[in-house]
C-alpha cells in the first residue's frame, strides 16, 4: 500500500507561510491584491474560481472576482485585463481558462502584465522558467514540486515521465523536474508503446486530461504517482487521470483526486501573489 499524498495538507501548510508573511506586510500598510477572471459559466471554472477566493479570504489578500457574460467580446476583456494592469489595489491578474470559443485566450495571456502574470503563462515568464530565472512558476508544476519537497521524494537522477505536453502543465513540469536534476521523458498522444516508457519512471506525472488513463500495468512497482487530472468518471464522480483504486497498491506513494495537486495549485498561485505584491511594491 502506498502512501497517500495530501495535498490539503501541504497545501494548507504553504498558505500558512503566505499568511504570516501577508500579516506583517498588512502592518506595513500593503495588502496583496489578486484579480480573478472568469468569462462564461463553466461549473468546474465555477468551482476553482470559489477556490481561489476562499484561499485569498484565508491568507488575508484583497481579491476582486470579474464574471464576465459569454457573450464577452474580446476587446471588452482586453480592456478590463488593460485596466487591471493599471490597478494599483491589484498585483496578480489570473485569467481563468479555457475562455468560450471565439475569444483568442492566447491574446489574453500576453496583455496581461508579466509581472502581475500569477499563472507564469506569458512568454517572457515562460522564456525566464527554461532559462532557469524567474520571478513566477507555473502553479500546478510548481504545486506538484512542493508536494516532493514536502514528502522528501528526491527528484536527482531519477527517471521522471510526464504524460501529456500542454504548455499549462507537461511542458513546464519537464522543466522543473529538469532544474531538479531528474531524467525527463515527455511524452504524448504520438509516443509508440507508452507503456515502456511509462515503466521505467521512478516518478510518474499524469497530465493527460482522460478519466483513469493510468492504469496499474503502466507503473513501476514503488514508482511514485502523482496526478494531475480533474476529470469526471462514468457516474460523473470527480477523478484523476490515474486508475487510483488499483495504482496505488503497486506504488510507493500517489495522490488522489480531489485532495491532491488541485489545493497545490492554489497554494502556489497564493505564494505568487505574494510575491508579486512584494516585487511590486520594491520589497
Ligand atoms: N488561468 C488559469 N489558471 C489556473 O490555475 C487554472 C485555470 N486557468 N483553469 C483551470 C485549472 C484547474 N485548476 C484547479 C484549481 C483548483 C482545484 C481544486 O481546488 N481542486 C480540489 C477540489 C475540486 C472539486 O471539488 O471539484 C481538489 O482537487 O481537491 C482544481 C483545479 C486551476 N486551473
Redesign the pocket.
Known amino acids: 500500500m502506498a502512501i497517500i499524498i495530501d495535498?490539503?495538507k501541504v497545501s494548507a501548510e504553504v498558505k500558512e507561510q503566505v499568511r504570516i508573511e501577508t500579516e506583517e506586510l498588512i502592518k506595513k500598510g500593503i495588502k496583496p491584491g489578486l484579480a480573478v477572471i472568469i468569462v462564461g459559466d463553466d461549473p468546474?471554472?465555477r468551482?476553482?474560481v470559489n477556490?481561489k477566493k476562499k484561499a485569498c479570504e484565508k491568507v488575508g489578500f484583497l481579491s476582486k472576482e470579474f464574471a464576465l457574460p459569454a457573450t464577452t467580446t474580446q476587446e471588452e476583456l482586453l480592456a478590463l485585463v488593460n485596466e487591471l494592469n493599471e490597478d494599483k489595489e491589484i498585483n496578480g491578474i489570473?485569467?481563468?481558462?479555457p475562455l468560450p470559443k471565439g475569444l483568442d485566450e492566447k491574446a489574453v495571456i500576453e496583455a496581461i502584465s508579466p509581472l502581475k502574470d500569477v499563472?507564469a503563462?506569458h512568454a517572457s515568464n515562460v522564456g525566464k522558467i527554461m532559462i532557469g530565472d524567474y520571478d513566477f512558476l507555473p502553479?500546478?508544476p510548481a504545486g506538484v514540486m512542493e508536494m516532493l519537497h514536502s514528502y522528501n521524494i528526491p527528484v536527482e537522477g531519477k527517471e521522471c515521465v510526464v504524460i501529456g505536453r500542454s504548455n499549462i502543465v507537461g511542458k513546464p513540469m519537464a522543466m522543473l523536474l529538469l532544474h531538479e536534476n531528474g531524467t525527463v521523458t515527455i511524452t504524448h498522444s504520438r509516443t509508440k508503446n507508452l507503456k515502456e516508457v511509462t515503466k521505467r519512471a521512478d516518478i510518474l506525472v499524469a497530465a493527460i486530461g482522460k478519466p483513469k488513463f493510468v492504469t496499474a500495468d503502466m507503473v513501476k512497482e514503488g514508482a511514485v504517482v502523482i496526478d494531475v487530472g480533474?476529470d469526471r468518471d462514468e457516474n460523473g464522480k470527480?477523478c484523476g487521470d490515474v486508475d487510483f483504486e488499483n495504482v496505488k497498491e503497486k506504488c510507493s506513494a500517489i495522490t488522489p483526486?480531489?485532495?491532491?495537486?488541485?489545493?497545490m495549485?492554489?497554494a502556489v498561485?497564493m505564494k505568487n501573489t505574494l510575491k508579486a505584491c512584494k516585487i511590486q511594491n520594491n520589497l
Open positions: 495535498g490539503k468546474a471554472s468551482v476553482y477556490n489570473l485569467c481563468q481558462l499563472d503563462f502553479c500546478t480533474m470527480l483526486v480531489p485532495g491532491g495537486v488541485g489545493p495549485t492554489i498561485l
